[in-house]
Nanobody, 128 residues
Framework: EVQLQASGGGLVQAGGSLRLSCSAS????????IGWFRQAPGKEREGVSC????????YYANSVKGRFTISSDNVKNTTYLQMNSLKPEDTALYYC?????????????????????WGQGTQVTVSS
């Protein structure tokens, strides 16, 4: 059974940093693209970043470029999202996800429909 577990959320002041972790089990970790998504109250879930297992490329939403960094540790089966210079608008429930297929890049990289495995969310709250 595939399981994705997101953790590391919390309350931080604007300008601060957090590192989210997504631990994975039930599949060959380094074969699967991992994406981070977020959903703020009243808004749709949006793609934040992903790391590809096809070509090791990384992708970022424009809103987080230059502030967030995604990385993976294949020994620990964990993907990280380092979030710096946080803003109140980054407040959301953050999810990690992966496609159902190995060695696959979802269309558009951050398209929600390309991801079939989802973890539970971890809350990030940025105060002004």
């Amino acid at each position: 059974e595939v399981q994705l577990q997101a953790s590391g959320g919390g309350l931080v002041q604007a300008g601060g940093s957090l590192r989210l972790s997504c631990s994975a089990s039930g599949f060959t970790f380094d074969d699967y693209t991992i994406g981070w998504f977020r959903q703020a109250p009243g808004k749709e879930r949006e793609g934040v970043s992903c790391i590809s297992r096809v070509d090791d490329s990384t992708y970022y939403a424009n809103s987080v470029k230059g502030r967030f960094t995604i990385s993976s540790d294949n020994v620990k089966n964990t993907t990280y999202l380092q979030m710096n210079s946080l803003k109140p608008e980054d407040t959301a429930l953050y999810y990690c996800a992966s496609p159902l297929q190995p060695r696959y890049n979802p269309p558009g990289a951050l398209g929600r429909s390309g991801y079939g495995y989802w973890g539970q969310g971890t809350q990030v709250t940025v105060s002004s």
